[in-house]
């Protein structure tokens, strides 16, 4: 597995500020588009959060996670907002915020 989170969090690093990426679509760049919940305990146990932003990601609709590792959602929230994505009801606008993967 020590493979799989290296190449995770290298992608996680890529997310520029202000924009945010789903657990899938980290788990495709990483490789294996099956690998989403792979992803979320990866970034669950992230060694580095001052370097890999792990709040930069979240669910397919969204949605921050209600289990945020470092601090809970609230934090999450804070974080995201820090950088100027915007949320709804604990929702970002996907559209708007999706980073593109390049």
Not at 34 to 39: D, H, I, P, Q
Not at 57 to 83: H, T
């Amino acid at each position: 597995m020590d493979g799989v989170f290296t190449r995770i969090y290298e992608i996680v690093k890529r997310i520029p500020r202000g924009r945010v990426a789903t657990y899938g679509q980290i788990a495709a760049l990483a490789g294996n588009p099956r690998l989403a919940r792979v992803v979320g305990y990866a970034l669950h146990v992230n060694p580095d959060p001052e370097h890999i932003p792990c709040f930069r990601v979240v669910n397919r609709e969204g949605r921050v996670s209600p289990a945020f590792a470092f601090g809970g959602e609230n934090m999450q929230i804070k974080l995201l907002e820090d950088e100027g994505v915007e949320l709804r009801d604990g929702f970002v606008d996907m559209a708007k915020y999706r980073w593109d993967g390049r």
